[in-house]
């Protein structure tokens, strides 16, 4: 079993910065892949970002590639997202996940965390 907990939500203005971190409990968090996710207002959930369970693989969404990126320390068991030149269209509630595979696929998630918000202001 693994707990996530997401923090570091918040209003900011466009342009801005914010890092969201993902805190897990449970033995097993570093033979996970970790994935971030959002769903905005009347919308999907959707892949924002991956990282494989070492860190060595990561992956982005063409809406966030070069302005997020996603890391992680095994050791703290947690896994980061710092977002970078924040648009109005990031804002959504974003969820940490964790799956064997780093599918970008919401379904194929093993564990989800309650989500944070993420408003930006233009």
């Known amino acids: 079993q693994v707990q996530l907990v997401e923090s570091g939500g918040g209003l900011v203005q466009a342009g801005g910065s914010l890092r969201l971190s993902c805190a897990a409990s449970?033995?097993?968090?570093?033979?996970?892949?970790m994935g971030w996710f959002r769903q905005a207002p009347g919308k999907e959930r959707e892949f924002v970002a991956t990282?494989?369970?070492?860190?060595?693989?990561?992956y982005y969404s063409d809406s966030v590639k070069g302005r997020f990126t996603i890391s992680r320390d095994n050791a703290k068991s947690t896994v980061f997202l710092q977002m970078t030149s924040l648009k109005p269209e990031d804002t959504a509630v974003y969820y940490c996940?964790?799956?064997?595979?780093?599918?970008?696929?919401?379904?194929?998630?093993?564990?989800w965390g309650q989500g944070t918000q993420v408003t930006v202001s233009s």
């Open positions: 990282i494989s369970w070492n860190g060595g693989n990561t």
């Open positions: 996940a964790a799956d064997w595979f780093a599918s970008r696929t919401p379904s194929d998630q093993d564990y």
């Open positions: 449970g033995r097993t968090f570093s033979f996970y892949a």
